[in-house]
T-cell receptor, first 113, second 115 residues
Framework: GQQLNQSPQSMFIQEGEDVSMNCTSSSIFNTWLWYKQDPGEGPVLLIALYKAGELTSNGRLTAQFGITRKDSFLNISASIPSDVGIYFCAGQPGGTSYGKLTFGQGTILTVHP | EPEVTQTPSHQVTQMGQEVILRCVPISNHLYFYWYRQILGQKVEFLVSFYNNEISEKSEIFDDQFSVERPDGSNFTLKIRSTKLEDSAMYFC?????????????FGPGTRLTVL
């Protein structure tokens, strides 16, 4: 099946620093989404990307859909303590916009005040 | 803001027992999904449901699993005879409005513990 490689696995940063994480795939995805998950809760959608090359922002978050359709990155600027959590990328395969999501392994973000 | 809800939040059961996990998707959504997440691992797709039938399922979703939309609001996942390895968080998600919108929104999850 399709696999997503997400990196880094974990990050320890100081409050105020910028963060970057990315996902790569061996196959093409039609849609990329980025989610944040807090312990014991469900994934919360942060950003959705639909077109190759698309760059989308949501507050301090910026994400890009790679031009090859096989990768995406998420940047968080000026991190704050509430940014702590697990960030997942997820891709939907080509052919349908309503298909299953394949998730990356997650990036655990720790922000030191 | 509309949200996906799930009940119960935590279910403890004995191996071999049947469990039913319940979800209320966002009201105008057309596509419904179940995912699971074993502790410390990534979220895995189980099944998608559209127009009152399964549209796609993973290899995890074997004959022990079934889904149903018994009325206009609920969406359920039944595990017929639970195994220890079924212990996980189970998430319901929904997507797809008549006017578009492909984003999948997730519920808070049900933690299933099989003893």
């Amino acid at each position: 099946g399709q696999q997503l490689n997400q990196s880094p696995q974990s990050m320890f940063i100081q409050e105020g620093e910028d963060v970057s994480m990315n996902c790569t795939s061996s196959s093409i995805f039609n849609t990329w989404l980025w989610y944040k998950q807090d312990p014991g809760e469900g994934p919360v959608l942060l950003i959705a990307l639909y077109k190759a090359g698309e760059l989308t922002s949501n507050g301090r978050l910026t994400a890009q859909f790679g031009i090859t359709r096989k990768d995406s990155f998420l940047n968080i600027s000026a991190s704050i303590p509430s940014d702590v959590g697990i960030y997942f990328c997820a891709g939907q395969p080509g052919g349908t916009s309503y298909g299953k999501l394949t998730f990356g392994q997650g990036t655990i973000l720790t922000v030191h005040p | 803001e509309p949200e996906v809800t799930q009940t119960p939040s935590h279910q403890v059961t004995q191996m071999g027992q049947e469990v039913i996990l319940r979800c209320v998707p966002i009201s105008n959504h057309l596509y419904f999904y179940w995912y699971r997440q074993i502790l410390g691992q990534k979220v895995e797709f189980l099944v998608s449901f559209y127009n009152n039938e399964i549209s796609e399922k993973s290899e995890i979703f074997d004959d022990q699993f079934s889904v149903e939309r018994p009325d206009g609001s609920n969406f359920t996942l039944k595990i017929r005879s639970t195994k220890l390895e079924d212990s996980a968080m189970y998430f319901c998600a929904s997507s797809g409005t008549p006017s578009g919108g492909f984003e999948q929104f997730f519920g808070p999850g049900t933690r299933l513990t099989v003893l």
